[in-house]
């Protein structure tokens, strides 16, 4: 809600501002409602008075609901799984190859940000 009021001096702004609030039934010395903020534009001519309503919570759009059900989180577990996998239906050697392909010796070093690439190159390698 914006509100503009316009007066010449002091009094004649307070004598407003206590109409309004009387208009209102809110006792100015004891209000409990939502806190008013106000901003002087001119001095002791305009001042412009804004309260703030809570935003109303929106229901989440279908699409990112079904994108968020999409994410997937990948571990550092399940990084060392994949890679044992390898080493098993394959050799360590072809374990580290994976690795190298995006700049990596061992596992301990692995950004998170890679898990789910290497983990989705060491099962495209068992295929």
């Known amino acids: 809600m914006k509100l503009t009021i316009e007066a010449g001096t002091i009094e004649e702004l307070?004598?407003?501002?206590?109409?309004?609030?009387?208009?209102?039934?809110?006792?100015?010395?004891?209000?409990?409602?939502?806190?008013?903020?106000?901003e002087v534009?001119?001095?002791?001519?305009?001042?412009?008075?804004?309260?703030?309503?809570?935003?109303?919570a929106k229901a989440p759009r279908?699409?990112?609901?079904?994108?968020?059900?999409?994410?997937?989180?990948?571990?550092?577990?399940?990084l060392s799984s994949a890679l044992q996998k390898v080493v098993e239906a394959k050799n360590m050697d072809v374990a580290k190859e994976i690795l190298a392909t995006f700049g990596y010796s061992k596992v301990r070093d692995?950004?998170?940000?890679?898990?789910?690439?290497?983990i989705e190159a060491c099962e495209?390698?068992?295929n």
């Open 110 to 118: 692995v950004k998170e940000e890679h898990y789910g690439e290497i």
């Open 14 to 38: 307070m004598a407003k501002v206590n109409e309004i609030a009387n208009h209102f039934n809110v006792d100015l010395s004891k209000s409990t409602k939502t806190p008013v903020t106000a």
């Open 62 to 78: 279908k699409e990112k609901v079904e994108e968020a059900e999409k994410v997937i989180t990948y571990t550092k577990e399940a």
């Open 124 to 126: 495209g390698s068992l």
């Open 41 to 56: 534009v001119q001095v002791a001519e305009t001042v412009v008075v804004e309260e703030e309503k809570p935003k109303k």
